[in-house]
Each structure stands twice: as C-alpha cells, then as structure tokens.
T-cell receptor, first 111, second 115 residues
Framework: GQQLNQSPQSMFIQEGEDVSMNCTSSSIFNTWLWYKQDPGEGPVLLIALYKAGELTSNGRLTAQFGITRKDSFLNISASIPSDVGIYFCAGQEDRDDKIIFGKGTRLHILP | EPEVTQTPSHQVTQMGQEVILRCVPISNHLYFYWYRQILGQKVEFLVSFYNNEISEKSEIFDDQFSVERPDGSNFTLKIRSTKLEDSAMYFC?????????????FGPGTRLTVT
C-alpha cells in the first residue's frame, strides 16, 4: 500500500528558530495536506496543496507541493511556544476518498 | 467557526461488547469519514461515506464495523464485538465538495478503551 515517509521524527529547537520538515511518498499524490495535532485532540488542518509546484502560506507556515508530486515540505518561521505538537503530512491519490497520514514530526521548543 | 463534534470523549467497554461512537459533522459537508489512531502511532483511515453509502473502506474496517447516518446530523460508527486491539482514538472527519473535497476537518476524537 501507499507509504508516506515523514522526517525528521522529532525536532528540538530554540524559540525563534525556523523549522523545516518533509514528506515523501512511494506514489504520486493529487493532494498534500499538513495537519497539527496537540495532545489528546484531533488533527487540525493547516495547509492544503493541490498542484505540483504550488507554494502556499498560512501565517508563519509555508508548504510546497513537490514537482514530482511525490513529496512536500512544511516550513515554520520564527517558532513560538504554541507551535509545539505533532505535525502530520497527509496525501490523497487519484480517485481515493481516503487520505494517508505520515507518522508525524514531533516538535519540541526549548525554553 | 463550524466544527466536527464527537461523543463521548472517552468510552470504556469490556471485550465482546458493542459500542457506538457518535459524530456530528459540519452541517453543510457531504463527505464523512472515520479514522483511528492507536496510541503513539499515525492516523489510519477506516471508512468514507457519501450519499448514504460507504464509498471506500480499509482492511481494518471488517464485518465488526458498521457506519450509519441515522438522521440529518449524526454519523455513527458501531463496533459489534470489541476486541482489545480496538483500543484507540477514533476520529470523525467531514469535508465539503465545493471548498475542497480532500480538506478533511477532524473532530476531537473518542478515546475507546477495551478491557
């Protein structure tokens, strides 16, 4: 089945630093989504990408849909304490209803 | 801002018992989904539902599982005879064809504990 490889698994950064994480897949996706999950809560949609090469921002977050349609990255600029959580990439293949999730990147911010 | 709601937030049940997890999707959404997340793992797709029927299901969604839209607002997941390995967070999600079918909005989840 489809696999999403998300890296890094975890990150420890200082407040104010920029963050970058990425996702690669074994197959072509039509849609890439980035979610954030806080402990005990459901995933919250951050950014949706629909076209190869598309670069989309949401505040301090920027995500890109890779040209090959098999990868995507998420950048967070000037991190703040509330950015702590788990970030999941998710992708959707043609004609599928479901979205496939990566294993997540856990972001820690050091005081 | 409209959101997906789920009840209960936590359900404890004994192995072999039936459970029903309830969801109220965002009101103008047409596509509904159930996902589960075993503790510490990734979110896994169970089933999608559109136009009053299942449109896609995963291997996890076997004969023990069923979904229903009993009225115009609720969407339920039933597990007929729970097993220990069914313990997980269950998330309901919904999406709207017009704004982006694959922008799925998730509820807060129901934590199911099977003892």
């Amino acid at each position: 089945g489809q696999q999403l490889n998300q890296s890094p698994q975890s990150m420890f950064i200082q407040e104010g630093e920029d963050v970058s994480m990425n996702c690669t897949s074994s197959s072509i996706f039509n849609t890439w989504l980035w979610y954030k999950q806080d402990p005990g809560e459901g995933p919250v949609l951050l950014i949706a990408l629909y076209k190869a090469g598309e670069l989309t921002s949401n505040g301090r977050l920027t995500a890109q849909f890779g040209i090959t349609r098999k990868d995507s990255f998420l950048n967070i600029s000037a991190s703040i304490p509330s950015d702590v959580g788990i970030y999941f990439c998710a992708g959707q293949e043609d004609r599928d209803d479901k979205i496939i999730f990566g294993k997540g990147t856990r972001l820690h911010i050091l005081p | 801002e409209p959101e997906v709601t789920q009840t209960p937030s936590h359900q404890v049940t004994q192995m072999g018992q039936e459970v029903i997890l309830r969801c109220v999707p965002i009101s103008n959404h047409l596509y509904f989904y159930w996902y589960r997340q075993i503790l510490g793992q990734k979110v896994e797709f169970l089933v999608s539902f559109y136009n009053n029927e299942i449109s896609e299901k995963s291997e996890i969604f076997d004969d023990q599982f069923s979904v229903e839209r009993p009225d115009g607002s609720n969407f339920t997941l039933k597990i007929r005879s729970t097993k220990l390995e069914d313990s997980a967070m269950y998330f309901c999600a919904s999406s709207d064809l017009l704004t982006g079918r694959y922008e799925q909005y998730f509820g807060p989840g129901t934590r199911l504990t099977v003892t």
